[in-house]
């Protein structure tokens, strides 16, 4: 089955800087690329996707990545603001969604 | 209501006992999931429904732990004698296959499990 990596698990960085969250998957059949946000005690929400017949999306301040050759994608977040604190989880999907261990993201003031 | 509804929101329970946890997808759709989330840690996949057919079992710990989904909608994932490491967040999770947001998950709040 899926397996996905994700790293780091902590990540610190300056407020205004940029965030880099990478991650890796297994299946090669994987289509489907989600990446989820999920700030203390609340659900994860969906914060950007991305399919395997793209190679990049953005959304404001974020942007997704994927390689489908290397079976890797990245998540990141530029001019990083206090409320992008949150665990940040990564997936995959062939037939079922498969999450990563996810980042802890600090900004820091 | 509009979102994916869990009930019991908190379940304290002693060791040995079983539990039901119930999950109640947004209204329609197919694909249901349910994860488990010990404090601080990923979101570890336990089963998935999709449609009528067979349930994807393969993220079941132990056979202690079973679930269904009734009519295509609501979900009961039940814990048969519990042990402490079941002691964690359980989350269900809804999506409707098709469409320009194929695939995307709506969470409800969780089921906090408390095995004492």
């Known amino acids: 089955g899926e397996n996905v990596e994700q790293h780091p698990s902590t990540l610190s960085v300056q407020e205004g800087d940029s965030a880099v969250i990478k991650c890796t998957y297994s299946?090669?059949?994987?289509?489907?690329f989600p990446w989820y946000k999920q700030e203390l005690g609340k659900r994860p929400q969906l914060i950007i996707d991305?399919?395997?017949?793209?190679g990049e999306k953005k959304d404001q301040r974020i942007a997704v990545t994927l390689n489908k050759t290397a079976k890797h994608f990245s998540l990141h977040i530029t001019e990083t603001q206090p409320e992008d604190s949150a665990v940040y989880f990564c997936?995959?999907?062939?037939?079922?969604?498969?999450f990563g261990k996810g980042t802890r993201l600090h900004i820091l003031p | 209501g509009a979102g994916v509804s869990q009930s019991p929101s908190n379940k304290v329970t002693e060791k040995g006992k079983d539990v039901e946890l119930r999950c109640d997808p947004i209204?329609?759709?197919?694909?249901l999931y349910w994860y488990r989330q010990r404090l601080g840690q990923g979101l570890e996949f336990l089963i998935y429904f999709q449609g009528n057919s067979a349930p994807d079992k393969s993220g079941l710990p132990s056979d202690r732990f079973s679930a269904e989904r009734t009519g295509g909608s609501v979900s009961t994932l039940t814990i048969q004698r519990t042990q402490q490491e079941d002691s964690a967040v359980y989350l269900c999770?809804?999506?409707?296959?098709?469409?320009?947001?194929?695939?995307?998950?709506?969470f409800g709040e969780g089921s906090r499990l408390t095995v004492l």
């Open positions: 209204s329609g759709h197919t694909a």
């Open positions: 999770a809804s999506s409707f296959l098709g469409g320009r947001n194929t695939g995307e998950l709506f």
């Open positions: 997936a995959a999907r062939d037939d079922k969604i498969i």
């Open positions: 991305i399919r395997s017949n793209v």
């Open positions: 299946d090669s059949a994987s289509n489907y």
